[in-house]
């Protein structure tokens, strides 16, 4: 289990609990990202807080997350990005796709 989620107001924060987002463990995120969808939950933060690294297939499987979401009447944010993971998203248009917050706690509270 990479994700470990709890209730702030009305957002579900699922805290990444590795280093390295990368290959190995995308389709994980994924499976555990459909899950949390599948139970209910609308708003999910997807917080980076902990992360230093993260490949391509890792956010290639944080998109299908929020296709799933979008498709299910739910939304995904993403909060607590680094410097160089904000840079990658800007780069690849994600910023464009996702909520992005500095925090999980600013980003529970928006909605």
Do not use: C, P, W
Request: net charge negative.
């Amino acid at each position: 289990m990479i994700l470990s989620a709890h209730i702030n107001n009305n957002a579900l924060i699922a805290n990444i609990e590795i280093k390295e987002a990368n290959l190995t463990v995308s389709e994980e995120l994924k499976t555990e990202l459909f899950k949390l969808i599948d139970a209910g939950n609308k708003f999910i933060v997807v917080n980076f807080a902990g992360v230093v690294y993260v490949d391509s297939s890792f956010l290639g499987a944080l998109v299908s997350g929020l296709k799933y979401a979008i498709a299910n009447q739910a939304d995904i944010a993403v909060a607590g990005l680094n410097k160089d993971i904000a840079g990658l998203f800007q780069l690849i248009r994600l910023d464009k796709a996702f909520k992005i917050f500095t925090t999980a706690e600013e980003a529970a509270v928006s909605k």
